[in-house]
């Protein structure tokens, strides 16, 4: 089991950009790729982005292409999620998550990932 501990949510005005960051632990030695999905109100938890161990391939929801960047960190245990350009449509609850042991080809899905973060919450006003 990993333990994942999403930061760096917070209150953004429409154009501003927010950086998330999110710490996994727990099991050294270990590879495993990343991602970031979010859940608006009323809304089903959706996939944002993803990136591989090496963080030298990233996938991204088509709605936020362009605009946030997913990256991992050196010691392959941090990632990060910069998000410019915010939206109101942006605002949600922000969920690190693992894929531990799912198929990496599952990246899009909640199916794909097997640990996840109690959530960071993002809220951008018009």
């Known amino acids: 089991q990993v333990q994942v501990v999403e930061s760096g949510g917070g209150l953004a005005q429409a154009g501003g950009s927010l950086r998330l960051s999110c710490a996994a632990s727990g099991r050294p030695g270990t590879r495993y790729a990343m991602g970031w999905f979010r859940q608006a109100p009323g809304k089903e938890r959706v996939f944002v982005a993803h990136?591989?161990?090496?963080?030298?391939?990233?996938h991204y929801a088509d709605s936020v292409k362009g605009r946030f960047t997913i990256s991992r960190d050196g010691d392959k245990n941090t990632v990060y999620l910069q998000m410019n350009g915010l939206a109101p449509e942006d605002t949600g609850v922000y969920y690190c998550?693992?894929?531990?042991?799912?198929?990496?080809?599952?990246?899009?899905?909640?199916?794909?990932?097997?640990?996840w973060g109690q959530g960071t919450q993002v809220t951008v006003s018009s």
């Open positions: 990136v591989t161990w090496s963080g030298s391939t990233t």
């Open positions: 998550a693992v894929a531990e042991y799912a198929p990496a080809t599952a990246w899009g899905a909640t199916r794909g990932y097997d640990d």
